[in-house]
T-cell receptor, first 112, second 115 residues
């Protein structure tokens, strides 16, 4: 869904289901992307990254897909667990070697 | 290895008062960042250091915000005087160098409430 002001897009899933979190980025110069997980009261935690010369990258239970044509990034979490409940941010580098620009985030809630 | 350490974790101050946040990055990380995160938003970069040099402070509101990293290790971020709109989480992060190939690690954040 769309986010307005303080309202985060939200995704609610059942434990064991697969989750897909989407992100639209804006800067066509971006060639490096990262997904972060932020639990309540904590700082963002690195999950997985992908360079623009790839369209898919897999980690442990997570997969990131990149579609440069439509400037879209997605994070897939397999067999979602209650511990996956958090806000997920995508970040792009805008072509910079040092600067990251974060999106608004998606709140994932996993129901037992 | 120890993570990025920030203090204080929580601070409540009255408007117009000063406040300072401290950050100890991961050992060996020469790049240090300060980000600000408003409620429900993603972090936004305030300043980036390469060792002791501030190489990107374009987003730092210089009329009231200042930062330093005198010996290229620990860093402090100061706000003087604080305004109501400064209420946010101030995140410190560090990395070994360029973000591509070097993970940026974040601290737990310093939660500021200005009343």
């Amino acid at each position: 869904g769309e986010s307005v002001g303080l309202h985060l897009p939200t995704l609610s899933v059942q434990e064991g289901d697969n989750s897909i979190i989407n992100c639209a980025y804006s800067n066509s110069a971006s060639d490096y992307f990262i997904w972060y997980k932020q639990e309540s009261g904590k700082g963002p935690q690195f999950i997985i990254d992908i360079r623009s010369n790839m369209d898919k990258r897999q980690g442990q239970r997570v997969t990131v897909l990149l579609n440069k044509t439509v400037k879209h990034l997605s994070l897939q979490i397999a067999a979602t667990q209650p511990g996956d409940s958090a806000v997920y941010f995508c970040a792009e580098n805008g072509g910079s070697n040092y600067k990251l620009t974060f999106g608004k985030g998606t709140l994932l809630t996993v129901n037992p | 290895e120890a993570g990025v350490v920030q203090s204080p974790r929580y601070k409540i101050i009255e408007k117009k008062q000063p406040v300072a946040f401290w950050c100890n990055p991961i050992s060996g990380h020469n790049t240090l960042y300060w980000y600000r995160q408003n409620l429900g938003q993603g972090p936004e970069l305030l300043i980036r250091y390469e060792n002791e040099e501030a190489v990107d402070d374009s987003q730092l509101p210089k009329d009231r915000f200042s930062a330093e990293r005198l010996k290229g290790v620990d860093s402090t971020l100061k706000i003087q005087p604080a305004e109501l709109g400064d209420s946010a989480v101030y995140l410190c992060a560090s990395s070994r160098g360029q973000i591509s190939g070097n993970t940026i690690y974040f601290g737990e954040g310093s939660w500021l409430t200005v009343v």
